[in-house]
């Protein structure tokens, strides 16, 4: 994000005076922003308040600028504690970089909403899952892993199946909206992954809350059941692809092609 020199003198906590000066004598390490044509406004960005940040750290009454330089050429002002710095003086929604392309692959441009299909966004929580999975085999203590593996795999097959199913009613029911798909598509699941969906909603019925909380609230089936993560993988893998294929078959406003 670009701050003010105003903005930039609260991060380091100096005098705007100060930083601009440090502008000056630090420009070639700086964006062309940070020391603008006569008329416009100085604007640092982050990489500018790295800079800044180090040049703050090694400032004295008589400061080496020779050494300081030295230090930047180096590359001391990406260090940690400077990156750190900058965070806790940065917020979580920044105004859109002016040089922001496809090369940004660090964050996301949040677009009202979320600006996804209930498609594209039940994709983005498959790959989180799969992820998630993935990392709690590959660590071999699946304990620690359970419910953020479980909500987030419940989460995607419930989107799954309301695209699929067309549906917008309130519900969070994997069984009724298992229900809703075959009323409305007058097809029957394959007998195997209905009864994984039954099973998952089983442990989790309407309104889907056992994942996320402590899930104690007298209504609760205790029974004991084993999960055994890579079947679970492969069960949810052959769910998904086959809700995939049909989807993928769906008009652009996610109705059923008809045969």
Not at 49 to 69: G, N, Q
Not at 183 to 200: M, N, T, V
Not at 227 to 232: E, N
Request: negative net charge.
């Amino acid at each position: 994000m670009n701050r003010t020199p105003s903005e930039a003198a609260t991060v380091l906590g100096a005098e705007i005076a100060l930083v601009e000066r440090w502008a000056s004598l630090f420009g070639d390490y700086l964006s062309k922003g940070a020391n603008p044509p006569k008329g416009k406004g100085r604007a640092f960005s982050d990489g500018d308040l790295l800079v800044l940040c180090y040049v703050w750290h090694e400032w004295e009454d008589d400061p080496d600028i020779e050494a300081i330089k030295i230090g930047l050429n180096l590359g001391n002002h990406h260090e940690e504690p400077f990156i750190e710095h900058l965070y806790l003086h940065t917020p979580l929604l920044q105004e859109p970089p002016d040089d922001l392309d496809e090369t940004w692959r660090h964050g996301f441009l949040w677009v009202g909403g979320h600006g996804q299909s209930r498609f594209e966004l039940a994709r983005n929580y498959r790959y989180a899952a799969e992820k998630l999975l993935d990392q709690a085999l590959k660590d071999g203590d699946a304990h620690h892993w359970l419910c953020p593996v479980l909500f987030t795999y419940r989460h995607t097959l419930e989107l799954y199946l309301k695209t699929i199913g067309s549906i917008t009613k309130r519900t969070h029911s994997l069984a009724k909206c298992v229900e809703l798909v075959e009323k409305l598509h007058g097809e029957q699941f394959p007998p195997s992954a209905k009864r994984w969906i039954e099973d998952l909603d089983k442990i989790d019925p309407d309104p889907g809350t056992t994942f996320r909380y402590e899930g104690d609230d007298g209504k609760q089936d205790y029974s004991e059941f084993w999960v055994d993560l890579r079947q679970f993988q492969f069960a949810m893998r052959q769910i998904f692809e086959m809700i995939d294929r049909a989807i993928l078959r769906v008009g652009p406003e996610n109705k059923p092609a008809r045969k």
